[in-house]
């Protein structure tokens, strides 16, 4: 069935992972989905495998010429559900890249559907990436994702892998935290040793930050701080939620400010909430002093010592 053109178009909003981003939902009139997540800010709905509502490629292209400017990063394919679903995905992102310019592509997918083959090509067309990922552990990834009973974890694990060997773009990994379920220790090592075969440009840790579809709660932002610290330090973590974030404003000498970064790399809004004013004095005086650089990744500034960054080199 198809639907009337509205709301496929929204934003321009600006996204401090991925700049100013112009969104397409390509499921405007209802939500469809391979997921029903406990975290989803959607209401609660039956799993599917294919879309049943579907907007032309046409419309979406119509829409998108109306809002596209120069002064967009991102066009960001998302929908009220899972975006991959949509049939016409490929050709929709061939037109998107006759008229997009040097603005580039984004998509926000549950990873699901890369195990179909023409979602998995489609997605290498892509400027950027962002796949979820949320527990390795069968039972864990059931209870938090809820997936559609087609939907094997470990298929799904392999074919990321796959995907991030041979992609070229940007590819980002998303693991969103439910407190009691994927936040123990056990489930992080197996995110941690599925993620070092996995070749992601940047590895972003959140939590619920808004009303969930279910009653379940987050953790806090001092939580995802030590959960950070659990995965390897060669992979390039960083904490994307700032739900609960209370101050720390400790106390910190210079060698626990570069031990510190040596193990996880941080952003200045992570060093806000860790550090005290004359904390905050001395990484001043480490950056002057060449011991602690920037790197950007992405489109975030990560602080980290000048001996980790040579040693990420040689790797």
Known sequence: MLVEKSNIIFGPINSRRFGMSLGIDLSPALKQCNFDCLYCELAPSPTVDSQTHTVTVSQIIDALKEHLNDKIDVITLTANGEPTLYPQLSELIDEIDKIKNTTETLILTNSATLIDEKVFYALLKLDQVKLSLDAISPDIFKKIDRPHKSINIDEVVNKVKEFSKIYKGKLFIEIL????????????????????????????????????????????????????????????????????????????????????????????????????KDSKKRLESLINNKKIVKRLVGNLEFLLPDTNLKRKRNN
Do not use: C
């Open 177 to 276: 935290f439910v407190h009691g379920l994927n936040d123990t220790k056990n489930e992080i090592k197996k995110l941690n040793d599925v993620l070092l075969d996995i070749n992601a440009q940047r590895i972003d840790l959140g939590t619920i930050d808004r009303p969930p579809a279910y009653p379940v709660m987050g953790i806090s932002y001092k939580e995802l701080h030590e959960a950070s610290l659990l995965f390897d330090n060669s992979l390039p973590i960083h904490i994307a939620s700032r739900v609960h974030a209370e101050p720390n404003n400790s106390y910190y000498s210079d060698e626990e400010i570069l031990n510190t970064l040596d193990k996880r790399p941080l952003t200045m809004d992570d060093i806000n909430l860790l550090l005290d």
